[in-house]
T-cell receptor
Framework: TQLLEQSPQFLSIQEGENLTVYCNSS?????LQWYRQEPGEGPVLLVT?????EVKKLKRLTFQFGDARKDSSLHITAAQPGDTGLYLC???????????FGKGTTLSVSS | KAGVTQTPRYLIKTRGQQVTLSCSPI?????VSWYQQTPGQGLQFLFE???????NKGNFPGRFSGRQFSNSRSEMNVSTLELGDSALYLC?????????????FGPGTRLTVL
């Protein structure tokens, strides 16, 4: 079964700290997507990484796709309360019919 | 432009009942996908509709069904509700199929089955 495992499951930090969350699989993905979901809302796409070793930056967020395209990481520099939310990674299933999602990392940033 | 809207936002039902959820996609989007989100299983794909045709279906029982209308609006129906159907049901719309274009999610319908 194709799975995306995210770690840690929960993260509670103070404003200004740095953090990294991970998305790992034993399967190769053609691309991986990262979403953020805030309470009471649906997920919002942050970035799509498509090339092994690729690094993409979105302001204070840095996304990396593993060389073997089996894993990805999201690094947040100087976290702010507005970064609070559920971070989800997603990739195309082997059948090429749908996206599968990791269970997510719940991030809480307090001021 | 207006985002994806879902109605109702909250719903309480009892076991054995059926429920219909509605999703209005972003204007011009032809694909609508439905997902179930629970704390235990995370976000799981239910089905995708494109131009009124079901393109793909996830691994859910036949009690879960859907349809899409000519204006791209979509409904999903769950019959004979079970306690385990309690979840946040999300729909997402996109210009192209779910794997070819960015998906935009609605806020979801929170279904509680008692």
């Amino acid at each position: 079964t194709q799975l995306l495992e995210q770690s840690p499951q929960f993260l509670s930090i103070q404003e200004g700290e740095n953090l990294t969350v991970y998305c790992n699989s034993s399967s190769v993905f053609s691309s991986l997507q990262w979403y953020r979901q805030e309470p009471g809302e649906g997920p919002v796409l942050l970035v799509t990484v498509v090339t092994g070793g690729e690094v993409k930056k979105l302001k204070r967020l840095t996304f990396q796709f593993g060389d073997a395209r089996k894993d990805s990481s999201l690094h947040i520099t100087a976290a702010q309360p507005g970064d609070t939310g559920l971070y989800l990674c997603a990739g195309e299933n082997q059948a090429g019919t749908a996206l599968i999602f990791g269970k997510g990392t719940t991030l809480s940033v307090s001021s | 432009k207006a985002g994806v809207t879902q109605t109702p936002r909250y719903l309480i039902k009892t076991r054995g009942q059926q429920v219909t959820l509605s999703c209005s996609p972003i204007s011009g989007h032809r694909s609508v996908s439905w997902y179930q989100q629970t704390p235990g299983q995370g976000l799981q794909f239910l089905f995708e509709y494109f131009s009124e045709t079901q393109r793909n279906k996830g691994n859910f029982p036949g009690r879960f069904s859907g349809r899409q209308f000519s204006n791209s609006r979509s409904e999903m129906n769950v019959s004979t509700l079970e306690l385990g159907d309690s979840a946040l049901y999300l729909c997402a719309s996109s210009l192209g199929t779910v794997l070819s274009a960015e998906q935009f999610f609605g806020p979801g319908t929170r279904l509680t089955v008692l």
